[in-house]
């Protein structure tokens, strides 16, 4: 069985390997998990539980080409979303507020917003969003006015069609006749000539 000096060394190196740290801070670190460890097998409580503390200020988290988490102080992300999610368990809205974040600032790095803002506008994503939005409006305001039917967004940019004509019943099909055989290629071909 391993010894406590051993479970706070592989705790410490665990910690260590997402997190950069100096050899002083890898050696507090060991004295402190290896006292805590100690603590627990004596059946005491733990002493100095002290609130984490983000290892970067939120200022200098939200980098122009990256994006550092203040939970576990990983960074080189492009957005935080999917790891907040994956390691942390944690919804963006959860975050922001545990860090007194604006709920208007992205989770994302300052240059992946900038080509994703500049993606939708070369694919014309803002007119389309403007076009729903009329057409909400226009559903809002028909419904104010209490119209039956609301206009669809489909149907409210393409022009209205004609109205459907009714289809006529078709009368039953007689049986075909028997045709008579077609003349021999070659007998057909001389009597062109001729």
């Known amino acids: 069985m391993a010894t406590l000096v051993e479970i706070a060394a592989q705790l410490v190196s ?14 507090a670190e060991i004295a402190k998990v290896h006292a805590a460890l100690k603590n627990l097998e004596a059946g005491q409580a733990i002493e100095g539980v002290e609130e984490t503390r983000p290892s970067v200020s ?6 122009k080409n ?3 988490c203040l939970l576990c102080g990983k960074g080189g992300f492009k957005t935080l979303a999917r790891h907040l999610s994956t390691a942390h368990q944690m919804k963006p809205g959860a975050y922001k507020k ?3 974040i604006s709920s208007k600032q992205a989770l994302s790095a300052k240059s992946y917003s900038e080509a994703r803002r500049k993606m939708a506008q070369d694919r014309g994503l803002a007119d389309n969003l403007a076009k729903a939005r009329e057409v909400r409006m226009a559903n809002i305001e028909a419904k104010k006015e209490g119209v039956a039917k609301p206009v669809k967004a489909a149907k409210a940019a393409k022009p209205a069609k004609a109205p459907a004509v009714a289809k006529v019943a078709k009368a039953p099909k007689a049986p075909k006749a ?17």
Request: proline share 7%; no cysteine; net charge positive.
């Open 98 to 100: 545990q860090f007194g």
């Open 58 to 63: 939120v200022k200098e988290a939200f980098k």
């Open 178 to 194: 028997a045709k008579a055989p077609k003349a021999a290629p070659k007998a057909a071909a001389s009597k062109a000539k001729k």
């Open 66 to 68: 990256e994006v550092v």
């Open 14 to 27: 665990s910690h260590a390997s997402s997190t950069p740290m100096t050899s002083d801070e890898l050696l």
